[in-house]
T-cell receptor, first 114, second 115 residues
Framework: AQSVTQLGSHVSVSEGALVLLRCNYSSSVPPYLFWYVQYPNQGLQLLLKYTTGATLVKGINGFEAEFKKSETSFHLTKPSAHMSDAAEYFCAVRMNTGGFKTIFGAGTRLFVKA | DTGVSQDPRHKITKRGQNVTFRCDPISEHNRLYWYRQTLGQGPEFLTYFQNEAQLEKSRLLSDRFSAERPKGSFSTLEIQRTEQGDSAMYLC?????????????FGQGTRLTVV
């Protein structure tokens, strides 16, 4: 069965500092990988996704993530945090067979200090 | 914008009452998913439909929960005899089973509060 582990339920950075949110997955076959952002009382917004091809993917708002198959990781980074980045971030996997359902990690709440 | 639409956005109900939520997927999408998200957690899969057929149900979906997608378009999720533990955000997503379509698109969710 697929699962997603996000290391750190809370991450705090200063404005302008590097953002690093960690995600590891378990899957018997390479899945599709996603990062979503969720603001309070809002739905999920897709930040970026990896399906095939280039392992470094760029998303919206300056975020990027790198798929490392050997490490089964898909960490999210942003070179310089902005106050507006404060939100909940979810890593997710989706199999490209069977039910195609999306499995989410527990989430990491990002705090940005002025 | 013809994204996934959920109604209502918020629902407050008394314990023991029945509630029903509606999801309208993106029009050409044949797959529809329901998720539940409790405070501080990631969304958890509940069930999914391919067209009108309900193909998988999570063990989280107790007997008090029922979902339908009668004509393969919109879907409803009903919770009978609500309990305080049912308080959560209920998210709907849809996708198209076609090569090159890689993600599900999520609605804004229905937040249920059981008092």
């Amino acid at each position: 069965a697929q699962s997603v582990t996000q290391l750190g339920s809370h991450v705090s950075v200063s404005e302008g500092a590097l953002v690093l949110l960690r995600c590891n997955y378990s899957s018997s076959v390479p899945p599709y990988l996603f990062w979503y952002v969720q603001y309070p009382n809002q739905g999920l917004q897709l930040l970026l996704k990896y399906t095939t091809g280039a392992t470094l993917v760029k998303g919206i708002n300056g975020f990027e993530a790198e798929f490392k198959k050997s490490e089964t990781s898909f960490h999210l980074t942003k070179p310089s945090a902005h106050m507006s980045d404060a939100a909940e971030y979810f890593c997710a996997v989706r199999m490209n067979t069977g039910g195609f359902k999306t499995i989410f990690g527990a989430g990491t709440r990002l705090f940005v200090k002025a | 914008d013809t994204g996934v639409s959920q109604d209502p956005r918020h629902k407050i109900t008394k314990r023991g009452q029945n509630v029903t939520f509606r999801c309208d997927p993106i029009s050409e999408h044949n797959r529809l998913y329901w998720y539940r998200q409790t405070l501080g957690q990631g969304p958890e899969f509940l069930t999914y439909f391919q067209n009108e057929a309900q193909l998988e149900k999570s063990r989280l979906l107790s007997d008090r929960f029922s979902a339908e997608r009668p004509k393969g378009s919109f879907s409803t999720l009903e919770i009978q005899r609500t309990e305080q533990g049912d308080s959560a955000m209920y998210l709907c997503a849809s996708s198209q089973d076609r090569v090159g379509n890689t993600e599900a698109f999520f609605g804004q969710g229905t937040r249920l509060t059981v008092v």
